[in-house]
């Protein structure tokens, strides 16, 4: 399997990998909330420029949200073992 940075990628899968990347990123909420622009981890560790770009653009255009306490969010409670 080709390491991140030695991929090439054709435009179409450029656009394919960004709609699946923001597909992704969507649903969930991340990030400090504190200091919302401090949550960058999400490219630091990206080492392809192209995809790179991607990530950033990605991060810059998804709106930071506050967490909401709703059930999907919630763990359900571990059961007791029993002895």
């Given at each position: 399997?080709?390491?991140?940075?030695?991929?090439v990628l054709a435009p179409e899968q450029k656009e394919l990998m960004e709609k699946e990347?923001?597909?992704?990123?969507?649903?969930?909420?991340?990030?400090?909330?504190?200091?919302?622009?401090?949550?960058?981890?999400?490219?630091?560790?990206?080492?392809?420029?192209?995809?790179?770009?991607?990530?950033?653009?990605?991060?810059?255009?998804?709106?930071?949200?506050?967490?909401?306490?709703?059930?999907?969010?919630?763990?359900?409670?571990?059961?007791?073992?029993?002895?």
């Open positions: 399997m080709a390491r991140t940075k030695d991929a990347y923001l597909d992704f990123v969507k649903p969930s909420t991340y990030g400090n909330k504190a200091n919302p622009s401090s949550c960058n981890s999400l490219y630091d560790d990206v080492e392809n420029p192209e995809l790179r770009a991607i990530v950033e653009k990605v991060a810059a255009t998804t709106p930071y949200r506050e967490e909401t306490s709703t059930n999907e969010a919630q763990s359900p409670p571990n059961p007791q073992k029993r002895i």
